[in-house]
């Protein structure tokens, strides 16, 4: 048996029903591979990537040695006027990997960090080209983007706003994707480009030249995955250059292999200006994120600063590329490599797909979606918007399986390194729990 805590008080849990939790927590405390164990001792299969971060699977010595060589060389250096040469190898790598163009790298600790660095990005360069009044930005319905106050402001995950609407930035929103004709729909559906259409819209009404980017998931992944119809990204690319407005790709969720591809920008077929990335860049090991945008972005800022002695962004966090972090994404990267992950996840993709739209018809799931290796069940609701994810999501816990639900959605997102076996004990203890007549 392993220690479990005896007083539960003193630590506030973020996005937690705390007072649930004191009275029946649910913890983990090992893990490795794809499996966690709970301070009793108790297996539990990581069906989510702990939170969508370790695709590589968890206890990854190898990462472990690189962070611990890191920390007896240089456990820290400021990134402001000074740098550490750790950082300039992941930003080369990064660039390696990202699309085509996307070769400029600016380094944060979480997603959160990293979509308000990309706003200020893009404040900044519309500035640099005198158009500073691009001050709004667009997002959707149903988008998540972080929880500091842009990506707050961008999000369309309504209970993430409520309580802060008085301190959000000037955002419109977009339509969501999601339509009852795409129920059970696996990888993208065929119906709904034109609600791209959206975007041209809000720059008729607000005016183009007041809007300085247009952020979206490529899959909307938090809301419990809503894949983007065939023609939408491309819709949204196309409209972007007509209006000159930057198109931001949040990939915290999607980025390294996810879809089957590094990015799921090349999965898709179409390039962003910006991409925003966090999660899986260090297996979840240590936090960090990052910004990759066009030279064109990073030559247009810097231009503007002439010859004057100051910072061309003033923008920049303490822990911004930390070399510890650094080292764990170098790590992680030749992992990624070594072992063709992302090829692994496209291999792995039919099996787990086949897996999930296997659930359709059980009790409690009223729709399924998916692509690569990543999928949403959504469950029919109970009396209360939330109350049957929040169930089903301790029940499966207790049947030895751990899944991200948001509301009434469960989010599926297992590891790369998984086998077929492991997919197939998933659907197993889904299906004894998903079907379930009555989950109260």
């Not at 119906?191 to 041209?200: I, K, M, N, P, S």
């Not at 064109?296 to 231009?303: G, K, M, S």
């Given at each position: 048996m392993l220690a479990r805590p005896t007083n539960f008080d003193h630590h506030w849990l973020p996005f937690t029903n705390n007072r649930m939790f004191r009275e029946t927590p649910q913890m983990f405390a090992k893990a490795e591979g794809v499996r966690y164990l709970t301070p009793e001792g108790d297996t539990v299969l990581d069906g989510s990537s702990g939170l969508f971060c370790t695709p590589a699977g968890h206890g990854r010595r190898e990462i472990a040695d690189a962070v611990h060589a890191q920390l007896m060389t240089l456990d820290y250096t400021p990134h402001f006027q000074r740098a550490a040469p750790v950082s300039f190898e992941l930003a080369e790598r990064l660039a390696g990997l990202l699309p085509e163009g996307l070769d400029r790298v600016f380094f944060a600790s979480s997603g959160s960090e990293a979509v308000d660095s990309a706003m200020k990005i893009c404040l900044t360069y519309h500035r640099a080209k005198g158009e500073g009044q691009r001050t709004r930005f667009v997002s959707r319905n149903w988008g998540y983007h972080g929880v500091n106050l842009g990506g707050t402001s961008l999000a369309g995950m309504v209970n993430n706003r409520r309580e802060f609407s008085g301190v959000t930035c000037d955002v419109v929103h977009m339509r969501q994707t999601w339509s009852e004709e795409q129920r059970y729909t696996q990888g993208?559906?065929?119906?709904?480009?034109?609600?791209?259409?959206?975007?041209?819209?809000?720059?008729?009404?607000y005016g183009a030249d007041t809007i300085a980017g247009v952020f979206v998931e490529p899959i909307a992944g938090s809301i419990g995955t809503v894949v983007p119809p065939k023609g939408y990204l491309e819709r949204l690319r196309a409209i972007a250059d007509r209006y000159g407005l930057l198109l931001i790709f949040d990939e915290v969720i999607t980025g390294f292999g996810r879809t089957g591809a590094a990015f799921a920008s090349q999965a898709f077929g179409v390039t962003p200006d910006i991409v925003t990335m966090a999660k899986a860049l260090t297996n979840g090991a240590i936090p960090m994120s990052a910004?990759?945008?066009?030279?064109?972005?990073?030559?247009?800022?810097?231009?503007?600063?002439?010859?004057?002695?100051?910072?061309?962004?003033?923008?920049?966090?303490?822990?911004?590329?930390?070399?510890?972090?650094?080292?764990?994404?170098?790590?992680?990267?030749?992992?990624?490599?070594?072992?063709?992950?992302?090829?692994?996840?496209?291999?792995?993709?039919?099996?787990?797909?086949?897996?999930?739209?296997?659930?359709?018809?059980l009790p409690q799931v009223s729709d399924l979606r998916g692509y690569g290796m990543l999928a949403g069940i959504q469950l029919a609701p109970a009396d209360k918007p939330g109350a049957k994810g929040s169930l089903a999501q301790r029940a499966l816990f207790d049947a030895g399986l751990h899944v991200k639900a948001t509301g009434d959605a469960l989010i599926v997102a297992p590891a790369f390194v998984s086998g077929e076996d492991d997919l197939e004990q998933m659907g197993d203890i889904l299906r004894r729990v998903l079907g379930r007549a009555d989950l109260s």
């Open positions: 993208q559906p065929e119906t709904g480009a034109e609600l791209a259409d959206d975007l041209e819209e809000i720059c008729r009404t910004v990759a945008t066009t030279a064109a972005i990073q030559d247009t800022v810097f231009a503007a600063a002439g010859d004057q002695d100051r910072p061309e962004l003033f923008h920049g966090y303490t822990y911004s590329a930390h070399p510890v972090a650094c080292a764990a994404a170098l790590a992680t990267l030749d992992i990624y490599r070594d072992e063709k992950l992302f090829e692994r996840a496209a291999a792995l993709s039919p099996a787990f797909l086949d897996m999930i739209f296997g659930l359709r018809n």
